[in-house]
């Protein structure tokens, strides 16, 4: 038997039919989205309880962008009196978070009142790392004035002999744990000093670099515990409070670099900005450094701040970190 073809009247039900059937999907992504959103403010408005929760709130720059994409979608809802509702959420997050800061704004140029200029490298090498060629390849095109290596192991160092012949100071401190830590300068006058920020196992560096016949700036070199477990967020975060502490009475420069293994919502991170510290992201973009292998989709754990008489410039992420989980960062202090 032939069908017969249908109706133009057959034919609107079935376009009609399936119209409605798109708007109901789509109302019911945007709406539940919101709703995700919603739950994910009470996760992070609740992160201080719990290190588990606080886990939560790393991602939270992916969140508010997703959060940006639906609000572009609730426009097209269907009206109703719901239509509005997913918008507080949305706005409550991006309030928090504040993704527009992060917009490449900032001038590439040093500062017309810094009198001095050291380019800076900071990273994460991973105690395993056996990619030498390549770690070598990066050190040699950085060429920093200061470098600052982390997870350095026993005989790591051995492998890149032509550090000892750039380089006038060095403190160098290996382990196979993730205490090893290493910082090389040339800047004439520089001194370094181990310095225990409420965890002796795992120090940091205090380099004091001259200004002229000022204080002289203090760059600190840190790797603080990782949250996982999480359980061991409480002696990061303890050792950022350190820092604060010892700083407090310090009235000249402070720049702090390194793993800090916590992201800028994190509260171990907003004591650091409670306490004067300016997040060098600001005006630079996101700056995702861990896992490396995601690129830009990471998230930012690696980091510089600063407090005082002196900024930061051409804050950037490398995008190879060869053998490492983490990208190495990079940038100029000026002071």
């Known amino acids: 038997m032939h069908r017969q073809p249908k109706t133009p009247t057959e034919k609107s039900n079935w376009t009609g039919f399936a119209g409605k059937l798109l ?11 919101a709703l995700g959103i919603w739950v994910y403010d009470c996760i992070f408005f609740m992160s201080w309880l719990d290190p588990v929760i606080e886990l939560f709130v790393h991602p939270a720059f992916h969140v ?13 809802l269907p009206k109703s009196r719901w ?4 918008i507080t959420g949305i706005l409550v997050l991006l309030t928090v978070v504040q993704p527009w800061r992060l917009l490449p704004y900032h001038d590439w140029v ?7 200029k050291i380019k800076v490298l900071s990273w994460n090498v991973l105690a395993t790392n056996q990619h030498y060629d390549e770690i070598e390849k990066v050190l040699l095109e950085s060429d920093p004035d200061v470098l600052l290596l982390l997870e350095v192991r026993p005989g790591l160092l051995d492998y890149f002999p032509f550090l000892d012949e750039k380089y006038s100071q060095k403190l160098v401190r290996t382990s196979w744990g993730g205490s090893g830590i290493a910082m090389f300068s040339r800047v004439a006058g520089t001194e370094m000093r181990f310095e225990d920020f409420a965890l002796p ?9 001259p200004i002229g016949g000022e204080e002289p700036l203090s760059l600190i070199g840190l790797h603080t ?11 990061r975060d303890l050792q950022l409070a350190a820092v604060i502490k010892r700083m407090s009475s310090v009235s000249s420069p402070i720049c702090l670099t390194g793993d800090l293994n916590t992201t800028p919502w994190s509260r171990g991170f907003r004591q650091l900005l409670e306490a004067g510290f300016a997040d060098s992201r600001m005006g630079c973009g996101n700056l995702a450094s861990w896992p490396a292998p995601l690129g830009i989709w990471g998230i930012p754990i690696d980091h510089a701040l600063t407090r005082g008489a002196c900024t930061i410039t051409n804050r950037r992420v490398l995008t190879v970190g060869p053998g490492s989980d983490h990208r190495p960062i ?4 000026n002071y």
């Open 23 to 33: 708007v109901l999907i789509f109302s019911t992504f945007v709406y539940l989205a």
């Open 64 to 76: 508010a962008i997703v959060a940006m994409a639906v609000l572009l979608c609730v426009p097209l």
């Open 83 to 86: 239509r509005w509702m997913p």
């Open 110 to 116: 040093t500062p017309a009142d810094s009198a001095h």
């Open 201 to 209: 196992s795992q120090p940091g560096i205090v380099a004091s670099i």
């Open 225 to 235: 515990l990782s949250p996982m477990p999480p359980e061991r967020a409480v002696f």
């Open 330 to 333: 990079e940038f100029y202090l």
